[in-house]
């Protein structure tokens, strides 16, 4: 018998109950972070479901909302935005479950009466590739350094793209000398990333890190990536765009401190 898979729209009644972003444990200072991000956002529009096993077991998740709240460096007015769209264990991948979660964001933009839906992707960790929109019938419209998509499907053919944000290297000065850590309510997993990184950078290089915790959606848009949710960056140099381990943290400060001038 085939096992009867769950897909579970997150409400206001729900969110406390079901896993988020792979995490059950209410106690989770990352959770306590996205559910304080969910209670605002689902009043601006946000829609995010959950796949889940027959146990319970959270193996997939997509999340949209209106691209004028986009947690992102883009301006996407007018279009459904979706942040994040994945699914989790090999058995249920490659099963048509990712399509599923993406149409569900289309027919939402569809009853919404928007010109279409946007997302940025790349090739690395933390976002969806390029390839799964396409497929989707997806095309890229923007890019931005060093490997960013901007892809669109519009419902509104003569509808006027979307564009990625720039001016990046103004964006990093802002945040001056020293260590700058920026994580996001949007993203659970920034948190404890973000607190090991500190620790490594306090222990290994004797540097106090600033951190900067995004809350609200303005605050995102206009962070220094595309990706916006989550950054390191040293004396105004960027030195990771999305979420590393320590051990990734100390070979990238590594060579960056090898140019710096004794």
């Known amino acids: 018998m085939a096992e009867r898979i769950q897909s579970l729209e997150i409400t206001p009644a729900n969110m406390c109950e079901v896993p988020v972003c792979g995490i059950k444990d209410r106690d989770h200072e990352g959770r306590r972070a996205k559910e304080r991000y969910l209670?605002?956002?689902?009043?601006?529009?946000?829609?995010?479901?959950?796949?889940?096993?027959?146990?319970?077991?959270?193996?997939?998740?997509?999340?949209?909302?209106?691209?004028?709240?986009?947690?992102?460096?883009?301006?996407?007015?007018?279009?459904?935005?979706?942040?994040?769209v994945w699914t989790y264990f090999k058995q249920y991948q490659n099963k048509g479950q990712g399509k599923s979660l993406i149409q569900a964001c289309l027919d939402d933009a569809r009853k919404a009466g928007m010109?279409?839906?946007?997302?940025?992707?790349?090739?690395?960790?933390?976002?969806?590739?390029?390839?799964?929109?396409?497929?989707?019938?997806?095309?890229?419209v923007d890019t931005a350094p060093p490997d960013y998509e901007l892809l669109v499907k519009k419902l509104d053919p003569s509808a006027p793209n979307p564009r990625i944000r720039g001016d990046w290297g103004r964006r990093l000065?802002?945040?001056?000398?020293?260590?700058?850590?920026?994580?996001?309510?949007?993203?659970?997993?920034?948190?404890?990333?973000?607190?090991?990184?500190?620790?490594?950078?306090?222990?290994?290089?004797?540097?106090?890190?600033r951190m900067v915790t995004l809350k609200t959606w303005r605050q995102a848009q206009a962070a220094p990536t595309p990706?916006?949710?989550?950054?390191?960056?040293?004396?105004?140099?960027?030195?990771?765009?999305?979420?590393?381990?320590v051990r990734r943290f100390e070979?990238?400060?590594?060579?960056?401190?090898?140019?710096?001038?004794?």
Do not use: N
Request: aromatic letters at 12%; charged letters at 25%.
């Open 39 to 84: 209670k605002t956002a689902l009043k601006k529009g946000l829609k995010a479901r959950v796949l889940l096993t027959e146990k319970g077991v959270q193996f997939g998740y997509v999340e949209w909302l209106p691209g004028e709240y986009a947690w992102r460096g883009v301006e996407a007015d007018g279009y459904m935005f979706l942040h994040c």
């Open 227 to 245: 990706f916006a949710v989550f950054a390191v960056i040293y004396d105004g140099e960027l030195v990771a765009d999305h979420h590393i381990s």
């Open 173 to 209: 000065k802002k945040y001056g000398s020293g260590l700058t850590i920026i994580r996001a309510e949007q993203c659970p997993h920034s948190i404890r990333f973000s607190d090991k990184i500190a620790a490594s950078a306090e222990a290994t290089y004797g540097l106090k890190p």
């Open 251 to 262: 070979t990238l400060m590594d060579r960056v401190l090898s140019r710096k001038p004794a």
């Open 115 to 140: 010109k279409g839906v946007a997302t940025v992707a790349r090739d690395r960790p933390w976002l969806a590739g390029s390839a799964l929109f396409l497929k989707h019938g997806f095309e890229v």
